[in-house]
């Protein structure tokens, strides 16, 4: 950014919030909800002070896949403001509009009000010291994703996506958003989710169902690290389901994957 740009952001700052990071996808269902998860509660294991912010407004699921639905932040008076409490689970501090509307509520909002209930969740809200603030996107670009990256000090951007030659095109467009001028946030890479599929009883045999290679070409192309190859596996969506992050299996092959794909992150 120009320096006037530069010293915008800086005033934009966040008191106590060392990182943040936006996670991306091109599409929706690609596990962009699951890898931020998996991934917050790997820093959180690492030693970190980690938050997620929920910003995927038409379909928060970080409450259930944090076990946290049905929470209420509270509010706590700080230097004379009233200020939203995160919810916290696994060591990491959350919050959501999931937690403002009903479980069969639609939220209808339009674009400037979606934003602007973001913005109260960063700049209102007690986060306290993180060293990490990982911003669930909602998919696809938008308004609610320029609005973010202008408002916001996003640190850097992490993309994730299926192998599959569709899913890959909309990443093109998405990486494109952080990199235009006027925004310039460094892409810290790609994260290619259900890479591959490995059944039980043939551990060896790796089945790409979504495609093969398609991801470390489009990263080579365009000049990103493929940060981590997460491959389907039953348990990484059920414990989603269920709200315990797969990432928390101890010793698991899960475990391994998700914190050298955190590593290569950070
Ligand atoms: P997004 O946030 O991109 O919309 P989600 O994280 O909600 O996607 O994931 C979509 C569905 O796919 C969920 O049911 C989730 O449990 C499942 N899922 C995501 N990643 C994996 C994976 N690696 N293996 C198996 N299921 C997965």
Do not use: C
């Not at 403001?81 to 479980?103: D, Q, R, T, W």
């Amino acid at each position: 950014p120009s320096e006037i740009q530069k010293s915008q952001i800086k005033g934009k700052q966040i008191p106590g919030i060392q990182n943040i990071i936006a996670i991306a996808s091109g599409k929706g269902g690609v596990g962009k909800s699951t890898v931020t998860t998996n991934i917050a509660v790997t820093l959180a294991k690492m030693g970190f002070k980690v938050g997620v912010l929920d910003a995927d407004i038409y379909g928060p699921s970080i409450p259930t896949m944090l076990d946290t639905f049905g929470s209420k932040p509270l509010s706590v008076e700080v230097g004379g403001k009233n200020l939203m409490k995160p919810i916290e689970n696994y060591g990491v501090k959350m919050l959501s509009i999931g937690y403002f509307s009903g479980a069969n509520q639609a939220v209808v909002w339009r674009g400037p009000m979606a934003s602007k209930a973001l913005n109260q969740m960063i700049r209102d809200a007690h986060w306290g010291e993180l060293d990490f603030l990982l911003i669930d996107l909602p998919p696809g670009t938008g308004d609610i994703h320029l609005s973010i990256v202008q408002e916001v000090p996003v640190t850097g951007a992490v993309i994730v996506s299926t192998p599959q030659h569709i899913a890959l095109a909309d990443v093109r467009k998405g990486i494109a958003m952080f990199t235009m001028e006027s925004i310039n946030i460094p892409v810290l890479g790609l994260i290619e989710n259900m890479a591959y599929f490995t059944p039980e009883e043939l551990p060896e045999n790796k089945y790409y169902i979504f495609g093969n290679q398609g991801a470390q070409y489009l990263a080579e192309d365009l000049g990103i690290p493929v940060l981590g190859e997460i491959p389907i596996i039953q348990s990484i969506r059920e414990s989603g389901d269920v709200g315990r992050p797969a990432a928390l299996q101890e010793g698991s092959k899960i475990e391994e994957i998700y914190t050298k794909t955190t590593q290569n992150m950070i």
